[in-house]
């Protein structure tokens, strides 16, 4: 047997015309069909302030969010350390749950910072 998943038949698939498909081209007789029209390009003095005006219109940086107030850290500060003395069944001592927490939080700000 066989160990590959058997897929349903595909179905024969329409290709739809494209409307940019010169529709205009089989409504005219033969004699009328004309040349392709020229690609107009840009003079070679463009380029370079096309190139000039992509690279001052591009996207800037969004800078650093700003740091928290006193209090907003505090706040922090405080419910980390109390997460860490609630896992711990309130046994710590509670000043080393604030350190650890003061730490915890002063790298998660710095890692925001940069």
């Known amino acids: 047997m066989s ?5 349903p038949a595909r179905t024969k698939t329409t290709k739809v015309p494209s409307p940019l498909a010169a ?5 005219r007789p033969a004699s009328a069909v004309s040349a392709p029209a020229a690609v107009e390009r840009p003079s070679p003095a463009v380029e370079p302030l096309a190139a000039e005006r992509a ?3 591009a996207p800037k940086a969004a800078p650093p969010p700003p740091r928290p107030s006193r209090e907003e850290r505090h706040r922090q500060i405080a419910k980390v350390a109390y ?3 609630e896992r ?6 509670p000043v ?3 350190l650890n927490a003061e ?7 710095e890692r925001l910072a940069s």
């Open 55 to 57: 690279r001052v219109e």
């Open 23 to 27: 529709p205009a081209a089989a409504t």
């Open 83 to 85: 997460g860490y003395a």
């Open 3 to 7: 160990s590959k998943r058997k897929t």
């Open 88 to 93: 711990a069944g309130f046994r710590n001592n």
């Open 103 to 109: 730490r915890e939080v002063d790298a998660r700000l």
């Open 96 to 98: 080393d749950d604030w």
